[in-house]
Nanobody
Framework: QVHLVESGGGLVQPGGSLRLSCVAPGNIFSPWEMGWYRQSPGKEREFVARIGRGGVSDYGDSVKGRFTISFDSAKTMVSLEMNNLKPDDTGVYLC?????????????WGQGTLVTVSS
């Protein structure tokens, strides 16, 4: 019932920038945190970034200083601005949220959006 709509993936050259967005249905779902993970072939899923209710953000070590996460409460949308992208950033980026639908606590995953960093 709660679906996340992801957008912004694509092909970018090393050193370039890309912005990902993920929208939750704010009319029925109240997120406590939203964030991103990424998955590359042959590798384990990796934490990228998250932002909580108070606006406090957290980043994986590999993206600190390069990525910035933000939340738009009016749109119930989390955005990830990715700068100085590297080939190792390539992967499927998965939006993740934890929140409440009424009294029910839910964890929801998006389908994923592909980011390819290559020359």
């Amino acid at each position: 019932q709660v679906h996340l709509v992801e957008s912004g993936g694509g092909l970018v050259q090393p050193g370039g920038s890309l912005r990902l967005s993920c929208v939750a249905p704010g009319n029925i779902f109240s997120p406590w945190e939203m964030g991103w993970y990424r998955q590359s072939p042959g590798k384990e899923r990796e934490f990228v970034a998250r932002i909580g209710r108070g606006g406090v953000s957290d980043y994986g070590d590999s993206v600190k200083g390069r990525f910035t996460i933000s939340f738009d409460s009016a749109k119930t949308m989390v955005s990830l601005e990715m700068n100085n992208l590297k080939p190792d950033d390539t992967g499927v980026y998965l939006c993740n949220t934890v929140g409440f639908m009424g009294e029910r606590r839910l964890e929801v995953w998006g389908q994923g959006t592909l980011v390819t960093v290559s020359s």
